[in-house]
């Protein structure tokens, strides 16, 4: 396809499971980064992907969240054991060259 | 700490006036600015962006204004459209050795109305 795309859309979870979010960038975008969006907020920087590098990940919030790109074009952000507060929509974007980041239509990630 | 703050959470505008969305942003380091445009249950879409180096580009309907010693930055909408009716959100680039992590404000919700 011609933009970005993720999956699921929609996820719910119960308490306490693993969950995992796919990202598949524009072709040929090099660079890829994670946000996380809150309702009610701008979208936060979870992790960026220079190619299949983790080159920042300082915005993951904690040691259950974890983000893998291992041939340098697809992406999975993978949530343990799952906590309500990790309810959000999560967003995935790509970059090419220059500054701009194109972006997915997100996955909505409910914790009950 | 809030780096990008966009203070007005909605903004109401009749159709072909003119709609002013206001940013204003701390970091002196941020040297690139965005403004992306969202619709319910879609990711936020790319809109037009300016430089440091620039105090205006235009795209279209579309303005884009920065004044670096204020630290503010506002898009105008010219003439306003209703589906221009969506969330706004202002970002920021800060680029650190290779990274160019975006930092968003909370998002101004326009409405066109007829």
């Known amino acids: 396809g011609a933009g970005v795309s993720q999956s699921p859309r929609y996820k719910v979870a119960k308490r306490g499971q693993d969950v995992a979010l796919r990202c598949d960038p524009i072709?040929?975008?090099?660079?890829l980064f994670w946000y996380q969006q809150a309702l009610g907020q701008g979208p936060e920087f979870l992790t960026y992907f220079q190619n299949e590098a983790q080159l920042d990940k300082s915005g993951l919030p904690s040691d259950r969240f974890f983000a893998e790109r291992p041939e340098g074009s697809v992406s999975t952000l993978k949530i343990q054991r799952t906590q309500q507060e990790d309810s959000a929509v999560y967003l995935c974007a790509s970059r090419f060259r220059g500054d701009t980041q194109y972006f997915g239509p997100g996955t909505r990630l409910t914790v009950l | 700490d809030q780096q990008v703050k966009q203070n007005s959470p909605s903004l109401s505008v009749q159709e072909g006036r003119i709609s002013i969305l206001n940013c204003d942003y701390t970091n002196s380091m941020f040297d690139y600015f965005l403004w992306y445009k969202k619709y319910p249950a879609e990711g936020p879409t790319f809109l037009i962006s300016?430089?440091?180096?620039?105090d205006k580009n235009e795209d279209g309907r579309f303005t884009v204004f920065l004044n670096k010693s204020a630290k503010h930055l506002s898009l105008h909408i010219v003439p306003s459209q209703p589906g221009d009716s969506a969330v706004y959100f202002c970002?920021?680039?800060?680029?650190?050795?290779?990274?160019?992590?975006?930092?968003f404000g909370t998002g101004t919700r326009l409405q066109v109305t007829l």
């Open positions: 072709s040929g975008h090099v660079s």
């Open positions: 300016i430089s440091s180096i620039k």
């Open positions: 970002a920021a680039n800060v680029i650190t050795g290779t990274a160019s992590k975006l930092t």
